[in-house]
């Protein structure tokens, strides 16, 4: 498993905008499908998005689509993701994920092998 720490969140108005970063502890960063998942109070871990191992498949959950970029740097070993047009609803606890690169279509929770510890994202309107 490669360890994973987030960073970014915050307290933000609503149509505002922030970025987080996931910075894994493995130079094998390439090695891995990465992905960024959410919780809220009372509600189970969700999809957000995913990016292949080579940044070059991405793919998101409809709620989100066109408001957040999921992007990669294997050389910095860090999986971002650009937040724009935050709404109220957006708020949760934020969690980057690894599995396998072989993995390349990977959605579900269950299907991730490592975690961050999260990172809080807050919106108020």
């Known amino acids: 498993q490669v360890q994973l720490v987030e960073s970014g969140g915050g307290l933000v108005q609503a149509g505002g905008s922030l970025r987080l970063s996931c910075a894994a502890s493995?130079?094998?960063?390439?090695?891995?499908?990465m992905g960024w998942f959410r919780q809220a109070p009372g509600k189970e871990r969700e999809f957000v998005a995913r990016i292949a191992w080579s940044g070059g498949s991405t793919k998101y959950t409809d709620s989100v689509k066109g408001r957040f970029t999921i992007s990669r740097d294997n050389a910095k070993d860090t999986v971002y993701l650009q937040m724009n047009s935050l709404k109220p609803e957006d708020t949760a606890v934020y969690y980057c994920a690894a599995t396998s690169r072989y993995r390349a279509l990977a959605q579900r929770a269950a299907d991730f092998d490592s975690w961050g510890q999260g990172t809080q994202v807050t919106v108020f309107s």
């Open positions: 493995e130079h094998t960063f390439s090695a891995y499908t």
